[in-house]
């Protein structure tokens, strides 16, 4: 996949900044990635322009149902409301409970859910959603063992359906770790669809994205 569909401008996402809300949420990041480094699996949050390549999938027109996992403190939320129509939903999955606290606050039009990805099916169901046009992902990958990646593709698979899409990053200097490279084998094998976006080099440390669609074992509605 090229970066097609994909905004070409420029911004800063990963510089000095003296604006107050991004200082804010750089700070909140670093302070729960040294708390409870085992959980957050990076030390700054998505650039925007990695944030609008994980967005990309978010339907434009109709009432869309989106749902971020692992929103941390919604670097990536902000890239989805901007593409979200007016009826649409998004939810936010997300297990720290400072993190949701701090969503909360400075995101209100955001569905937050305090709860565990690997649950996400019941999360949903609570929430009266039966179907979902795609799943924006920024869980760390890397520090979960094949069986929580496992059933937490599981999960995301029955929810998107044959229908919806799912997108998720990883760091380019991961890819030289087997873990990595086998979690790739992993998206093969669970979704008919897996496309990796062009590098996002204006990113710390610089990424790309998986795009997924039709898992394989059927969905919600299947
Ligand atoms: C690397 S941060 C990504 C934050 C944000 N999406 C971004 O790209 O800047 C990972 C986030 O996933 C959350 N997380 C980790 N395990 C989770 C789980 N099992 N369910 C829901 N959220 C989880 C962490 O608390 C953290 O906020």
Same mark, same amino acid.
């Given at each position: 996949?090229?970066?097609?569909?994909?905004?070409?401008?420029?911004?800063?996402?990963?510089? @000095?900044?003296?604006?107050?809300?991004?200082?804010?949420?750089?700070?909140?990041?670093?302070?729960?990635?040294?708390?409870?480094?085992?959980?957050?699996?990076?030390?700054?949050?998505?650039?925007?322009?990695?944030?609008?390549?994980?967005?990309?999938?978010?339907?434009?027109?109709?009432?869309?149902?989106?749902?971020?996992?692992?929103?941390?403190?919604?670097?990536?939320?902000?890239?989805?409301?901007?593409?979200?129509?007016?009826?649409?939903?998004?939810?936010?999955?997300?297990?720290?409970?400072?993190?949701?606290?701090?969503?909360?606050?400075?995101?209100?039009?955001?569905?937050? @859910?305090?709860?565990?990805?690997?649950?996400?099916?019941?999360?949903?169901?609570?929430?009266? @959603?039966?179907?979902?046009?795609?799943?924006?992902?920024?869980?760390?990958?890397?520090?979960?063992?094949?069986?929580?990646?496992?059933?937490?593709?599981?999960?995301?698979?029955?929810?998107?359906?044959?229908?919806?899409?799912?997108?998720?990053?990883?760091?380019?200097?991961?890819?030289?770790?087997?873990?990595?490279?086998?979690?790739?084998?992993?998206?093969?094998?669970?979704?008919?669809?897996?496309?990796?976006?062009?590098?996002?080099?204006?990113?710390?440390?610089?990424?790309?994205?998986?795009?997924?669609?039709?898992?394989?074992?059927?969905?919600?509605?299947?």
């Amino acid at each position: 996949m090229t970066n097609a569909g994909i905004p070409l401008s420029d911004d800063k996402g990963i510089g @000095v900044t003296s604006d107050p809300e991004v200082r804010s949420a750089r700070k909140a990041f670093l302070a729960a990635a040294l708390r409870r480094p085992a959980t957050m699996g990076a030390v700054a949050p998505s650039s925007p322009r990695l944030a609008r390549v994980l967005a990309s999938v978010v339907p434009r027109d109709g009432e869309p149902v989106v749902v971020e996992l692992g929103p941390g403190t919604g670097a990536v939320s902000v890239a989805v409301e901007e593409r979200l129509p007016a009826g649409g939903r998004h939810l936010a999955v997300e297990l720290d409970a400072t993190m949701v606290a701090y969503l909360e606050h400075t995101r209100p039009a955001l569905e937050v @859910v305090h709860g565990d990805a690997r649950d996400l099916g019941k999360l949903l169901a609570d929430r009266g @959603v039966d179907h979902v046009d795609a799943i924006i992902c920024g869980l760390p990958w890397a520090l979960f063992d094949e069986a929580t990646q496992t059933a937490v593709l599981g999960e995301v698979s029955r929810a998107i359906g044959t229908t919806g899409a799912f997108t998720t990053f990883a760091y380019l200097h991961g890819m030289t770790l087997g873990a990595a490279r086998r979690f790739r084998r992993t998206l093969r094998s669970t979704f008919d669809e897996v496309l990796v976006s062009a590098t996002v080099w204006r990113n710390l440390p610089p990424a790309f994205v998986y795009v997924c669609r039709r898992p394989l074992g059927g969905g919600m509605e299947a």
